[in-house]
Nanobody, 126 residues
Framework: VQLQAFGGGVVQAGASLRLSCAVSGRTFSNYAVGWFRQAPGKERELVSSISKSGGATYYADSVKGRFTISRDNTKNTVYLQMNSLKPEDTAVYLC????????????????????WGRGTLVTVSS
């Protein structure tokens, strides 16, 4: 399984960005997918996750109401729509997949993610 995140950039506070995570593999619809971020000097944190079907989602409190996760299983892609961006959202954003969990849940335990992609940098200026 290979993942590639893209769509990052430099924006001003209040702007929007949409990140995409392209996942290789024929069984993409069997994977829960998560978006993580890591800011300089901080631990990696789970921002949002989505279940295999897309029917269940999770958002960290810090992004709830501003970010929306979605997936298109026909395109093997998961999206993270980020609105009302704040300087504290500045980080490298990475996507990861959970290929082992059988139930249709939005995985929230970081160590349950098995494959990780390279990140894309999001910089929000004030």
């Amino acid at each position: 399984v290979q993942l590639q995140a893209f769509g990052g950039g430099v924006v001003q506070a209040g702007a929007s960005l949409r990140l995409s995570c392209a996942v290789s593999g024929r069984t993409f619809s069997n994977y829960a997918v998560g978006w993580f971020r890591q800011a300089p000097g901080k631990e990696r944190e789970l921002v949002s996750s989505i279940s295999k079907s897309g029917g269940a989602t999770y958002y960290a409190d810090s992004v709830k109401g501003r970010f929306t996760i979605s997936r298109d299983n026909t395109k093997n892609t998961v999206y993270l729509q980020m609105n009302s961006l704040k300087p504290e959202d500045t980080a490298v954003y990475l996507c990861a997949v959970d290929v082992k969990t059988m139930s249709d849940i939005a995985t929230i335990v970081p160590h349950e993610y098995n494959y990780w992609g390279r990140g894309t940098l999001v910089t929000v200026s004030s």
